[in-house]
């Protein structure tokens, strides 16, 4: 049924296809990475237009690979400025804490100002 000199012709034919096709498959995952990755690090990907493509285009996946992540810092609490008060301020209330909100404004400065002449 199979001739022996059909075979020896048709399988290099064979063994080439596939290996294209692998290799083409191997590419094409490894774009999909690729823009996987950088689409969920919040790198925009470049898109192909008109015309050559930038020099740096592939810069920022080098840099992001290189750099390690730098966990964000938060403000210290600013405390209420009065005396024995423990209460955080909040920008809401005028920078004092909820229980002296309705406080004169220049009583507040006055501790204000005794607080940085005390330092």
Same mark, same amino acid.
């Given at each position: 049924m199979?001739?022996? $000199?059909?075979?020896?012709?048709i *399988?290099?034919?064979v063994d080439?296809?596939?290996?294209?096709?692998?290799?083409?498959?191997?590419a094409s995952? $490894?774009?999909a990475?690729q $823009?996987a990755?950088?689409?969920?690090?919040?790198? +925009?990907q470049?898109? =192909?237009?008109?015309?050559r493509? @930038? &020099?740096? +285009?592939?810069?920022?996946? *080098?840099l992001l %690979?290189?750099?390690? *992540?730098?966990? &964000?810092? $938060? =403000?210290?609490?600013?405390?209420?400025?009065?005396?024995?008060c423990?209460?955080?301020? %909040? @920008?809401?209330?005028?920078?004092?804490?909820?229980k002296?909100k309705d406080?004169?404004?220049? &009583?507040? !400065? &006055?501790?204000?100002? %005794? =607080?940085? *002449? !005390?330092?």
């Amino acid at each position: 049924m199979s001739n022996p $000199s059909l075979t020896a012709v048709i *399988a290099p034919i064979v063994d080439a296809f596939v290996r294209q096709l692998s290799s083409a498959f191997e590419a094409s995952v $490894s774009q999909a990475v690729q $823009s996987a990755f950088a689409g969920g690090a919040g790198i +925009a990907q470049v898109k =192909r237009g008109r015309g050559r493509p @930038p &020099k740096n +285009a592939q810069a920022p996946l *080098a840099l992001l %690979a290189l750099a390690p *992540a730098k966990p &964000k810092k $938060s =403000r210290p609490k600013q405390f209420c400025p009065v005396p024995n008060c423990k209460g955080v301020a %909040a @920008p809401v209330f005028g920078m004092v804490c909820a229980k002296h909100k309705d406080m004169p404004k220049d &009583k507040i !400065k &006055k501790f204000r100002d %005794a =607080r940085r *002449a !005390k330092k």
